[in-house]
């Protein structure tokens, strides 16, 4: 099963500061959606009124066609796992799990066992005793094993190793083909996780910046690898977001479609052409100040 989700107009507001302001978004079921943003962009505000957790104070949420707040039949389609969670501290693990099983209707219980062991998760030890990494893998233990139509993962993966998260990733990416459902990413890891996005919400200052297709927003920019001398004279004049050497070779990430004459020049002059890390978009993007879209 899958569920749209639609906002209209939301706004969120903590006191006299707006958190979220006016964000329209469309997000049809069954995606993997990257949700980015910089430190107090309004990301978990957002993900909170998706799910739930929050009311928001102006604007309108849809999920299936309903106001998710203190509405049971949304309520346990939505999984929300957070970094420093909203799993119950005192818990032991095993009872912490049977608690999500009984909350969620799709609750794989042979996954859940499957990834406790993979991430050597002590079933009998109290969550306030696990360490940062070890609650986040039980956090991407439960939020995969809910199979919820509607699942977020806010940050959840920053405390976990590199190895716990490459697997994580690849989990969610297999379990996903298999039961297709809408997962929303945030993340500050960038790079590392846009593989997985079908498209990318990147919110600014609590305002929508831009919804894009992941392919699209890459093509928003290039990068230029050759002999440093060629590659500088080559890029001299266009919008660089970054650049990176190594020995005489260079590489410098270029802002903006290049044009069917470059590229033949680029390609005439032995320089070669590929796509831009989505994390230098973005950096470009969420500039302060506003970046140049
Ligand atoms: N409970 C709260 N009370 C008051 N202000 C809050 C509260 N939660 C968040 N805010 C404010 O709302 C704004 C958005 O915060 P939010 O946590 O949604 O951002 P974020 O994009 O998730 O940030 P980060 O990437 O740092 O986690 C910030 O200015 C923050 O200070």
């Known amino acids: 099963m899958t569920l749209d989700i639609e906002v209209k107009g939301l706004g969120v507001s903590y006191g006299r500061e707006k958190a979220v302001d006016g964000v329209s978004l469309k997000l049809p079921g069954g995606k993997i959606y990257g949700l980015l943003g910089r430190n107090g962009s309004g990301k978990t505000t957002l993900l909170s009124v998706l799910a739930s957790f929050r009311e928001q104070s102006e604007g309108e949420v849809r999920i299936g066609g309903e106001a998710p ?29 049977k608690l999500a099983a009984s909350c969620w209707p ?11 062991e993979h991430y050597q998760l002590p079933q009998k030890k109290r969550i306030q005793s696990l360490s940062r990494g070890m609650k986040s893998a039980l956090g991407v233990a439960v939020g995969l094993a809910s199979r919820a139509p509607i699942t977020i993962f806010d940050e959840v993966y920053l405390g976990m190793d590199a190895p716990s998260r490459y697997s994580f990733y690849e989990e969610l990416l297999r379990d996903y ?117």
């Open 69 to 97: 707040f203190e509405n049971a039949a949304i309520v346990n389609q939505v999984c929300f796992i957070q970094e420093n969670g909203h799993i119950a501290e005192g818990y032991r693990v095993k009872d912490a799990v």
């Open 177 to 293: 083909m298999e039961h297709p459902r809408t997962f929303i990413l945030s993340t500050h890891l960038i790079d590392e996780v846009s593989n997985l996005f079908e498209e990318v919400i990147i919110l600014d200052q609590g305002r929508l910046l831009l919804q894009e297709e992941t392919e699209s927003l890459r093509q928003r920019g290039v990068s230029v690898t050759g002999p440093a001398a060629l590659v500088d004279e080559f890029a001299a004049g266009l919008n660089i977001l970054g650049e990176q050497r190594l020995g005489g070779m260079k590489s410098v990430t270029v802002y903006g479609e290049l044009g069917p004459e470059r590229e033949r020049q680029a390609h005439a002059q032995g320089l070669e052409l590929g796509p831009v890390p989505l994390q230098d978009l973005f950096v470009h993007l969420t500039k302060k100040g506003g970046g140049k879209r």
């Open 106 to 116: 799709n609750w794989d219980e042979a996954m859940a066992q499957r990834l406790l």
